[in-house]
C-alpha cells in the first residue's frame, strides 16, 4: 500500500493561522476529505478530488479517507483546529484500528491552532498556568464522568477550559456543569466565553462565575473557567487583560 | 504610546509549524527580543535590532519589550511553542500589570504549536479525549500544589501531560512524579516521552507506567501518561500507534 493519509489542522478559521505543513499537505493531496464548510472553503486546484460530508459522521469520514489511500490515493483530511485536540485524528486511528491491512497506511497528523490556544491569545494570558482540556459532548462518555472530571478539576484548581460546551441536542449541559462549578469555586472566579474567534462574527464575553449568563454559550463558543490565582487586569477604555500568573500561591 | 509587543509562537522547531501570523508580526518588528537560542535561528533584516537575552529572565525580558514599545518600537517576542502555554505570554502580562503606563500598551499574543501538540501529532492521537497539562517545575509554585494536581488528574482519569519534566536543578521530580503516579494507575498505562520533536534529535519512547524509565527524560522531553482508555495499536514494523478514543466507558 503506498497511500498516505495527513489529518490536517485547520485551526479555527484564518488563513494566518494556517500551518505551512498544512498548506502544503492540502496542496499535494489527490483527494481532500472533510466536513462540508471546511472543504468549501479550501482552494482546490484542478484535479484535486473533493469529498465533503455531514458532521457527527467522522468514523465515515475516517474510513472512507483509509480506503482511499489503501487504493493509492493521497488523501488530506481536513479538520478544525488540531485535529488531535477534540478533532479528527482519533477518529482516524479507531478507523485504522479496524483493518489489519489499514494498519500499514502512513497516516501522518499535521498540528494545528486549536480554539482554546486562539482564545487564550485574545483574553490575554488565561492558560499561563496548570489546566484541563474537558469536552462536555456526552455523546460518546456518561456525563457522571464529565461530573467527575469537573470536580477534580476544581478541587485541583486547574484552569477549566470546556469545549463542546452545549448543542440543540443538549442545550442544559453547560449549565449543569456551571451549577457544579459553583459549589466548589469562588463566585468572583474569572470566566470568559470565546464565541468564534478569527471569525467575522468574534464575541468575547469576560464574566464571573457567579454571575455567568450561560444562555450565551452554543457549540461556537470555548469557556474557560479561571483558577483561584486567574485575575482581570482592568485597563482605562479598554477590555481588561485576563490572566493567570505562572507563580502559584506560597511560592510567590 | 503608539508602540506594539507581540507575543509570538515559533512552535516547537522547524519553520513548518511557524504560522503566517507569527511570520509576518516577526517580519514587521522594529525589534525582536528573545531567548537567544530563539534570536539566533531568526532571519532578520536590514535596520531590525535583536535582543538575546538569557533563559529564566522572563520578566527582564518582558519589561524591555514594553518599555521599547512605550518608546514607540514594534516589538516582538519570541517564545517557543505557544506563548500562552507554559512560555512568555504571562510573564508579559505580569510585567503589563507593573506600571499603569504600559496599560495602555496594544499586546497581542501571537499563538503557535505547543510541545504537546507536535508530540500527540507524532504519537497517532494520544490527546483524543480530556486532557490535563501541568508544569513540574516548582520555582514558582510549591511542590505539594503539583502533587495534589497529579492525584486529581489521575483519580479524574485525564490524559496528563507533564511540561518541564526535569532539569539539573531539580532531576528527581519526574522521579516523585512517577513514583505518586505509579501509586494510583495501572502499570500497564501507556506512557510516552517525546523528545525535542521537530528537531534533529528528536527521539520518541513508548513505554508503560509501570517499566518507564525516568533517567531519559530531560528539559526537552514532554511526557504524556495515558488514561485507563488509551492504548497502543500494535502495527507489524512499525511503531504502534498511541491512541485516546473519543469514547469513554460505558457510553461506548
Not at 68 to 85: F, N
Not at 93 to 116: C, K, N, Y
Not at 203 to 226: E, F, Q, S
Request: hydrophobic content about 50%; aromatic content about 6%.
Amino acid at each position: 500500500m503506498s497511500g498516505r493519509v495527513a489529518v490536517v489542522g485547520l485551526g479555527p478559521g484564518p488563513a494566518q493561522w494556517i500551518t505551512p505543513e498544512a498548506s502544503a499537505e492540502i496542496e499535494a493531496a489527490s483527494d481532500v476529505v472533510g466536513y462540508t464548510p471546511y472543504i468549501v472553503r479550501l482552494p482546490m486546484r484542478a484535479g484535486q478530488r473533493a469529498h465533503a460530508s455531514d458532521n457527527r459522521v467522522e468514523l465515515e469520514r475516517a474510513r472512507l479517507s483509509l480506503k482511499l489511500a489503501a487504493d493509492g490515493a493521497t488523501v488530506a483530511v481536513v479538520s478544525g483546529g488540531d485535529p488531535g485536540i477534540f478533532a479528527m485524528a482519533a477518529a482516524v486511528f479507531e478507523a485504522a484500528e479496524e483493518s489489519r491491512a489499514w494498519h500499514a497506511l502512513d497516516i501522518a497528523v499535521i498540528p494545528g491552532v486549536t480554539a482554546m490556544q486562539a482564545a487564550a491569545a485574545r483574553l490575554g494570558a488565561p492558560l499561563g498556568h496548570d489546566f484541563c482540556a474537558i469536552s462536555l459532548s456526552d455523546n460518546l462518555k456518561p456525563w457522571a464522568v464529565i461530573e467527575k472530571r469537573l470536580k477534580a478539576a476544581a478541587e485541583a484548581d486547574f484552569v477549566i477550559v470546556l469545549y463542546n460546551p452545549a448543542s440543540k441536542g443538549r442545550p442544559t449541559r453547560i449549565a449543569e456543569a456551571f451549577a457544579m462549578l459553583r459549589g466548589l469555586k469562588s463566585a468572583t472566579t474569572p470566566v470568559a466565553f470565546a464565541r468564534a474567534v478569527g471569525r467575522p462574527d468574534e464575541k468575547l464575553t469576560l464574566t464571573r462565575l457567579g454571575k455567568a449568563d450561560v444562555g450565551a454559550v452554543d457549540m461556537a463558543t470555548l469557556v474557560i473557567v479561571g483558577s483561584s490565582e486567574t485575575r482581570y487586569v482592568p485597563r482605562e477604555g479598554a477590555r481588561p487583560w485576563m490572566l493567570t500568573p505562572r507563580s502559584y500561591g506560597a511560592a510567590r
